[in-house]
């Protein structure tokens, strides 16, 4: 199978993400469904933060265990060490401290002297800051999805790269799968307050969220760096983090705790239900 025929595959694998972002147009759904749908994304999210979180790890602990057992560099041990920590306090303290940053940025210009409307405010802001807060939400989402895929790009793209096609393959397929939930992850906030985003906003998530699974699988043939990898992985284990949170407090003001709590065991289940392909693999 030749690179090109490869990196196809990846591009494939990013964009069945598009298949789950159609629910965020959904309309006039009940408040019972609303919470629902926030909260099988909530367990999507929550499954994804642990897959990110097991992988980012990895390179940590074998480096210590090769500085303990092999004569290792203890250096190596705390340089992936600190580039995790470090990585996942920006993707997450990032989104928190623009997020303050902007409801700062309302709150003194609605309510100051000489105080604008919101719409105002918005018309003068930067594009994100334009955004109503469920669309910063699905942004900031995509966001974190987008550093995850381009790291599961990266192992697409090494697979190839070292003779494993068979191996890259069911990565593609396994990844596939798992970006259709993730589609539906990146909406639900807008499904959860009923604001039906346009076609146009959508393709755009997509992008973000799909499209770094086919840059992955171009850079992890041309060039695979382990350090590149832990640090992308960090970087969406602290944004899905941030989101995570977001999210809990929609569902809270959303109420419906038990069909909340069903639906994120449900999210949760098929995160890891998709993830089977993976583990057939032997990945």
């Known amino acids: 199978m030749s690179s090109w025929e490869i990196v196809l595959l990846g591009a494939i694998a990013g964009f069945t993400i598009y298949l789950g972002l159609p629910v965020g147009r959904l309309q006039?759904?009940?408040?019972?469904?609303?919470?629902?749908?926030?909260?099988?994304?909530?367990?999507?999210?929550?499954?994804?933060?642990?897959?990110?979180?097991?992988?980012?790890?990895?390179?940590?602990?074998?480096?210590?265990?090769?500085?303990?057992?092999?004569?290792?560099?203890?250096?190596?041990?705390?340089?992936?060490a600190a580039l995790l920590t470090v990585c996942v306090a920006i993707g997450l303290m990032t989104l928190v401290h623009y997020d303050m940053w902007l409801r700062r940025r309302r709150a003194a210009g609605v309510d100051g002297p000489g105080a604008a409307s919101t719409a105002t405010l918005r018309s003068h802001a930067g594009p994100i800051a334009r955004l109503s807060e469920p669309k910063r939400l699905a942004l900031?989402?995509?966001?974190?999805?987008?550093?995850?895929?381009?790291?599961?790009?990266?192992?697409?793209?090494?697979?190839?790269?070292?003779?494993?096609?068979?191996?890259?393959?069911?990565?593609?397929?396994?990844?596939?799968?798992?970006?259709?939930?993730?589609?539906?992850?990146?909406?639900?906030?807008?499904?959860?307050?009923?604001?039906?985003?346009?076609?146009?906003?959508?393709?755009?998530?997509?992008?973000?969220?799909?499209?770094?699974?086919?840059?992955?699988?171009?850079?992890?043939?041309?060039?695979?760096?382990?350090?590149?990898?832990?640090?992308?992985?960090?970087?969406a284990a602290g944004s899905i983090l941030y989101v995570v949170i977001e999210l809990l407090a929609v569902g809270r003001k959303l109420g419906y705790v038990e069909i909340a709590t069903w639906c994120i065991l449900l999210g949760l289940f098929l995160g890891f239900a998709t993830d089977m392909v993976l583990v057939a693999a032997g990945t």
């Open 140 to 235: 900031f989402i995509a966001l974190g999805i987008g550093f995850h895929n381009f790291s599961e790009g990266l192992a697409i793209g090494q697979s190839a790269a070292s003779g494993e096609i068979s191996l890259a393959l069911l990565l593609i397929i396994g990844f596939g799968l798992h970006n259709a939930t993730e589609g539906f992850g990146i909406v639900a906030p807008l499904a959860a307050e009923n604001e039906r985003p346009s076609w146009a906003f959508l393709g755009v998530m997509g992008l973000i969220g799909g499209g770094p699974t086919f840059l992955g699988t171009i850079v992890g043939q041309a060039w695979v760096n382990e350090w590149l990898f832990t640090a992308f992985l960090g970087l």
């Open 28 to 80: 006039n759904v009940s408040g019972a469904v609303r919470a629902g749908l926030n909260a099988v994304a909530v367990g999507i999210l929550i499954f994804l933060l642990w897959d990110v979180l097991s992988a980012g790890i990895d390179p940590v602990e074998t480096s210590l265990l090769d500085a303990r057992n092999h004569g290792g560099s203890w250096l190596r041990f705390a340089g992936f």
